[in-house]
């Protein structure tokens, strides 16, 4: 099964390319609710320099409801918000036999309060001080993939590149 970072009507098309980006490198799938910020078309890709776009394992969804649809297990949907007691690392993501879902909220309002209240046991935070209000979203899809693919032991991922070890000989 795989991992898929989720957002939520994201506004700001950096911070999409580098989950973008993070999405190729691990194998993960990338799944964009509407409606974004911004376009993603080819002519706009190409123009942001995002030529891996083609290899990245994408979903669009119409609204969330749309996208919680196509979640098979909800018990392996995960949200992400500065508002849970729980961290992120606390979660076992071992289970390779399913398909676990990170859900990251809009940067400037994140996950609907409702919907958060709904699935309020499945609400992960990332700690931090008070002295920023959040992290980079792009940074936080990273640090949890990353957790999730440590604990599955980067299961269908190479560690070092043949090429970049022999030079280190």
Partial sequence: MANHIVLFEPLIPANTGNIA????ATNSYLHLIKPLGFETDDKHL?????DYWAKVRIIYHDSLDDFMDTVADPRYLYLITKFADQTYSDRDYTDTDVDHYFL??????????????????????????????ALNLSNCAALVVYEALRQQQFAGLETVHTYQHDKLK
Wanted: charged share 30%; proline share 5%; aromatic share 6%.
């Fill in 21 to 24: 980006r993070t999405c190729a």
């Fill in 46 to 50: 190409r123009r942001a320099g995002l």
């Fill in 104 to 133: 990251f909220g809009k940067e400037t309002t994140g996950l609907p309060e409702g919907f958060m209240r709904q699935h309020a046991d499945q609400c992960l935070r990332i700690p931090m001080t008070e002295n920023v209000r």
